[in-house]
């Protein structure tokens, strides 16, 4: 069964592509964040999973594999988070990877513990826009519909915003979050110290940080914890 999530209200994003050691993870977990999810875009090897599997392992905190290549799927996670990108300019990131995993590893599958999520990529420079084949320009209009159709028309319980390295604007992804009915709005991207963590907490139901603890900026995620649950 995928972990109860709808009260989550911080999880950290780890990157298998990137360094990671057992000092790391501690800081991760110590930090008091919700959830620890598992991916990335580019180089992702079910190698690299593992490693970075192992090092979470001895950790209670809910390890969910978001998954972005068939073949670095593994089933150890307590949940498989399934991106369904609603602005993908290749049909192939709305269904068609998702039919190949199907084909390949659907008998296999314990449905129960997957939750497809509604993708909408808002940063054209990153490397998941330029991978999806994003559709770029978008205003505040055309980025609630896209939820909206994930929403009612796909019956998605989760709406993911991606800015991916960069701070997004909270007032769009308030837009967004107000203009559904029940989905809960997940916002990754640019949040590096606890007023940005703040901001976005206010207009997300859940902020998703990754970048920071790869960096000196790692000092502060406590504080976007103790901030976003405070809020």
């Known amino acids: 069964m995928f972990p109860e999530w709808k009260n ?4 950290v994003k780890l990157d298998p592509d990137k360094p ?5 993870i501690e800081q991760v977990v110590a930090s008091g964040t919700d959830a620890i999810i598992v991916g990335g875009t580019q ?5 690299k999973v593992l490693k970075l599997f192992r090092l979470l392992k001895p950790y209670p905190l809910p390890k969910i594999l978001e998954v972005s290549a068939i073949d670095a799927i593994t089933f150890r996670f307590d949940g498989y988070l399934i ?9 192939k990131w709305l269904i068609g990877a998702h039919k190949d995993a199907v084909k ?15 993708y909408i990529i808002l940063n054209p420079d990153c490397a998941a826009a330029k991978l999806t084949k994003a559709i770029f320009p978008l205003d505040k209009e055309d980025v609630l519909a896209y939820a909206r159709c994930g929403e009612k028309l796909f019956d998605l319980s989760l709406i993911y ?8 604007d909270p007032e769009l992804v308030s837009y967004i979050k107000n203009g559904l009915t029940n989905a809960k709005v997940f916002y990754g991207g640019g949040i590096d110290d606890a007023q940005k963590a703040k901001m976005m907490s206010k207009a997300a139901d859940t902020i998703v940080v990754g970048n ?6 790692i000092r502060n995620l406590r504080d976007t914890v103790k901030t976003v649950k405070n809020n």
Do not use: C, Q
């Open 20 to 24: 990671a050691n057992e000092s790391l």
């Open 8 to 11: 989550w209200r911080h999880v």
């Open 161 to 168: 915003i991606e800015y991916s390295g960069k701070f997004g």
């Open 43 to 47: 180089n992702i090897t079910r190698e």
């Open 104 to 118: 390949l590893i659907g008998e296999l599958m314990d449905w129960t513990e997957v939750l497809p999520e509604g």
């Open 212 to 217: 920071m603890v790869y960096t000196e900026s």
């Open 83 to 91: 991106p369904v990108v609603l602005n993908a300019g290749h049909p």
